[in-house]
Nanobody, 115 residues
């Protein structure tokens, strides 16, 4: 069973940067489209960015030009670089496959943007 472990969150001031990492177990990681998602309090989980096995990337309009997704298939990791952070980026961030079947969601990593 594939598992994802997210890390790298924290408290940052508006305009700051963070680098989130997702470590995946399981041998089929490299063939799947991966996504970074986030869930703010009282809101539904939303897709922030996704990346294909070949490196094609897509972003939500709200994070375009500020966030960058990348992956290392050899190391089974996906990274989300976040710049120019805004208070509205505050959420718990998760990684998972973009399409079903999706394994259970991990614990996520909390990102708080506040002065």
């Amino acid at each position: 069973q594939v598992q994802f472990v997210e890390s790298g969150g924290g408290l940052v001031q508006p305009g700051g940067s963070l680098r989130l990492s997702c470590a995946a177990s399981g041998s089929i990681f490299s063939s799947r489209v991966m996504g970074w998602y986030r869930q703010a309090p009282g809101k539904q989980r939303e897709l922030v960015a996704r990346i294909t096995s070949g490196g094609i990337k897509n972003y939500a309009d709200s994070v375009k030009d500020r966030f960058t997704i990348s992956r290392d298939n050899a190391k089974n990791t996906v990274v989300l670089e976040m710049n120019s952070l805004k208070p509205e980026d505050t959420a718990v961030y998760y990684c998972n496959y973009y399409l079903p079947p999706q394994p259970a969601w991990g614990q996520g990593t909390q990102v708080t943007v506040s002065s």
